[in-house]
């Protein structure tokens, strides 16, 4: 049986917000020992983290601690924006094991350094989750780098944030807090995990085949010009939707190539980077080859409330056989109250369809899931993730 509990503070003092938040914890698993403690902290906090480190020790009997600043922490209990917040969870189980690694260095090394630490630990049914810092590791060759299978191995986590500045942020392992490269651990034993990736975004018009492209450009789709295809495609747009989406188009590429029919969480987003009149060619930030579907899309506010809706009404239903454990959700910084104009608007989405689960997470600089059994890292995404006992 997994045990876990989750718990938050707002006191001021380091010491007594993080033995608040760690007695609450354990006391909503029921143990009095924990054989993991993951640990958000907004970084007014972080000058402290000795004191930090000491009182989930010594409230949680673990010596296994894991986490990262966030500028908004969350918890089952809301999200924390633009206010001071230590949020802990505790878990322990005979079922469940947990690797936690700090790792420095190039994307290559940090690979390196945790396949190294993960590699005797790795099972069927394991999860990833990193804490990268974005000064120093780009998250994508981060993801690339250690292995694209999300299927064998999802990686699911965030990039650390601090301060507004992006100036201070850290990242946690056990008693030592550090800049730069990369945290996280690594999950295995026997249980499930079903992940939702929330993107936000609105389709525009229909999905249309590449058929012609070379690495980032596509020059054709379904056998028209690039360009030409995403001019008639804008034509669809009313004044309302630029005005609601900032006036940025996304393209979306569909990562399953057996999937005719891509919906919701189908789509890998990326940013249209450039156009080229002359070839009637689009740029994007990722690599497309001939015969996938793409699909131009808008983020808006109601396009964002309507995904995550509908994602973690699939979540609860691919898991109403068996109550998850669980739950970690780690949205963009871009989200949140800036996106909807409203505080906690994903959890309570999340309560709604699972009232009672301890859900820990953070915004994030970049957010980390598969999408078509793949693994990447994305932008403005909210990703959702749940254990489950087998």
Same mark, same amino acid.
């Given at each position: 049986?997994?045990?876990?509990?989750? +718990?938050?503070?707002?006191?001021l003092s380091t010491a007594d917000a993080a033995e608040r938040a760690t007695l609450t914890a354990m006391g909503n698993a029921g143990i009095a020992k924990a054989d993991l403690a993951i640990v958000f902290a907004t970084i007014n906090y972080?000058?402290?983290?000795?004191?930090?480190?000491?009182?989930?020790?010594?409230?949680?009997?673990?010596?296994?601690?894991? *986490?990262?600043?966030?500028?908004?922490?969350?918890?089952?209990?809301?999200?924390?924006?633009?206010?001071?917040?230590?949020?802990?969870?505790? /878990?322990?189980?005979?079922?469940?094991?947990?690797?936690?690694?700090?790792?420095?260095?190039?994307?290559?090394?940090?690979? &390196?350094?945790?396949?190294?630490?993960?590699?005797?630990?790795?099972?069927?049914?394991?999860?990833?989750?990193?804490?990268?810092?974005?000064?120093?590791?780009?998250? !994508?060759? /981060?993801?690339?780098?250690?292995?694209?299978?999300?299927?064998?191995?999802?990686?699911?986590? !965030?990039?650390?944030?601090?301060?507004?500045? *992006?100036?201070?942020?850290?990242?946690?392992?056990?008693?030592?807090?550090?800049?730069?490269?990369?945290? *996280? =651990? /690594?999950?295995?034993?026997? %249980?499930?995990?079903?992940? +939702?990736?929330?993107?936000?975004?609105?389709?525009?018009? #229909?999905?249309?085949?590449?058929?012609?492209?070379?690495?980032?450009?596509? $020059?054709?789709?379904?056998?028209?010009?690039?360009? &030409?295809? $995403?001019?008639?495609?804008?034509?669809?747009?009313?004044?309302?939707?630029?005005?609601?989406? +900032? +006036?940025? =188009?996304?393209?979306?590429?569909?990562?399953?190539?057996?999937? #005719?029919?891509?919906?919701?969480?189908?789509?890998?987003?990326?940013?249209? =980077?450039?156009?080229?009149? &002359?070839?009637? !060619?689009?740029?994007?930030?990722?690599?497309?080859?001939? *015969?996938?579907?793409?699909?131009?899309?808008?983020?808006?506010?109601?396009?964002?409330?309507?995904?995550?809706?509908?994602? =973690?009404?699939?979540?609860?239903? #691919?898991?109403?056989?068996?109550?998850?454990?669980?739950?970690l959700y780690f949205n963009c910084l871009g989200r949140g109250k800036g996106l909807y104009g409203v505080t906690n608007h994903d959890i309570n989405i999340i309560q709604e369809q699972f009232p009672g689960l301890p859900v820990i997470g953070?915004?994030?600089?970049?957010?980390?899931?598969?999408?078509?059994?793949?693994? %990447?890292?994305? !932008?403005?995404?909210?990703? %959702?993730?749940?254990?489950?006992?087998?």
């Amino acid at each position: 049986m997994i045990r876990v509990g989750v +718990g938050h503070s707002q006191d001021l003092s380091t010491a007594d917000a993080a033995e608040r938040a760690t007695l609450t914890a354990m006391g909503n698993a029921g143990i009095a020992k924990a054989d993991l403690a993951i640990v958000f902290a907004t970084i007014n906090y972080q000058m402290e983290y000795e004191q930090l480190y000491q009182a989930v020790q010594a409230n949680s009997s673990c010596d296994a601690l894991i *986490g990262c600043s966030g500028m908004t922490i969350l918890t089952s209990g809301g999200e924390f924006e633009e206010e001071p917040a230590i949020a802990v969870m505790v /878990l322990r189980s005979e079922q469940l094991s947990a690797v936690p690694f700090s790792t420095q260095g190039t994307e290559v090394e940090i690979s &390196e350094q945790i396949q190294d630490s993960i590699q005797s630990a790795l099972r069927d049914d394991s999860l990833l989750i990193i804490f990268p810092d974005i000064r120093t590791v780009n998250p !994508a060759e /981060l993801v690339k780098q250690i292995g694209g299978d999300g299927t064998t191995l999802p990686i699911v986590g !965030a990039a650390v944030s601090g301060d507004a500045t *992006g100036a201070q942020m850290y990242h946690w392992k056990d008693a030592q807090a550090t800049e730069g490269g990369a945290a *996280g =651990v /690594l999950l295995s034993g026997n %249980f499930n995990t079903e992940i +939702g990736v929330a993107q936000g975004c609105q389709p525009i018009g #229909k999905p249309r085949e590449v058929t012609k492209a070379d690495g980032q450009i596509i $020059f054709e789709l379904d056998g028209e010009p690039a360009l &030409e295809n $995403f001019k008639g495609t804008l034509q669809l747009l009313t004044q309302d939707d630029i005005r609601r989406s +900032g +006036g940025t =188009v996304f393209v979306g590429i569909a990562m399953d190539d057996t999937n #005719k029919n891509p919906t919701r969480g189908d789509f890998l987003i990326r940013n249209l =980077v450039g156009i080229n009149e &002359e070839h009637a !060619a689009l740029a994007i930030s990722e690599e497309v080859e001939v *015969g996938q579907l793409v699909q131009f899309h808008l983020r808006n506010p109601a396009a964002a409330a309507a995904e995550i809706q509908a994602i =973690v009404a699939q979540l609860a239903e #691919k898991t109403r056989e068996q109550v998850p454990a669980f739950g970690l959700y780690f949205n963009c910084l871009g989200r949140g109250k800036g996106l909807y104009g409203v505080t906690n608007h994903d959890i309570n989405i999340i309560q709604e369809q699972f009232p009672g689960l301890p859900v820990i997470g953070f915004f994030g600089n970049s957010e980390f899931a598969p999408i078509g059994g793949r693994n %990447f890292a994305h !932008a403005y995404t909210g990703v %959702f993730v749940l254990c489950t006992e087998n």
